[in-house]
Structure formats: C-alpha cells, structure tokens
C-alpha cells in the first residue's frame, strides 16, 4: 500500500522559512510525478510545485516561483519544498502527491495524496 507523509509545516512570520518533506513508502516511484499542492480554507487544493523522479523536471506556480524550491533524495524516497520569503497568503494545508503524469500541475491527474500539513504565516 503507497503512504505519503508530508512533514515540516508550522507556524511562522512573515518573511520567514520552512521546509517541507514528503516521505513515500510502498512501492517504486521511478516513474512517478511527486507534486505539492495546497489548500487555503474556503479555496480549491492548487498546484504548487512538481518534480520528476529524476529531478530533471521542475515545475512551479507562479505565486511561488523565486521564493519556494523542489528537490528529492530517492535514496530517502523523500520530497522537499524548500518555501522562503514566507508570506501570509501561503498559509493553507500542504498536501504532496504522487502519480504517473504529463500533466503535473492537474491534481486530478495524481493517484496517491498524503493526509497534509499545516502551514500558517502570521502577519
């Protein structure tokens, strides 16, 4: 059975730093799309940022671009998301996802989410 857990969320200021982990567990994810998503309360879940499994491949939104970097030890099989420059418009619930995707930046296109982790951004 595939378990993501995500990790490293809190409470910070603004301007502020965390970072991330996505662990997977359960089976190869060498073809696999692992993507960080976010939900603000009363919004829909957005892309945030994507990697391949190479790490060849990045993708970012545009609200976070400059500010939040992607990265994976495969040895770990983990996930990061580096997020700098906090601001209070990046609190929501974090969520990573895994799936086989061209399109890594529709969630509906992901197979496996993990249960999510707060971040919040105080002002």
């Known amino acids: 059975q595939v378990q993501l857990v995500e990790s490293g969320g809190g409470l910070v200021r603004a301007g502020g730093s965390l970072r991330l982990s996505c662990a997977a567990s359960?089976?190869?994810?060498?073809?696999?799309?692992t993507g960080w998503f976010r939900q603000a309360p009363g919004k829909e879940r957005e892309f945030v940022s994507a990697?391949?499994?190479?790490?060849?491949?990045?993708y970012y939104a545009d609200s976070v671009k400059g500010r939040f970097t992607i990265s994976r030890d495969n040895a770990k099989n983990t996930v990061y998301l580096q997020m700098n420059s906090l601001s209070p418009e990046d609190t929501a619930v974090y969520y990573c996802?895994?799936?086989?995707?061209?399109?890594?930046?529709?969630?509906?296109?992901?197979?496996?989410w993990g249960q999510g982790t707060q971040v919040t951004v105080s002002s």
């Open positions: 990697i391949s499994w190479s790490g060849g491949k990045v």
């Open positions: 359960g089976r190869s994810f060498i073809t696999d799309i």
């Open positions: 996802a895994v799936g086989f995707t061209r399109a890594p930046m529709d969630r509906s296109k992901y197979d496996y």
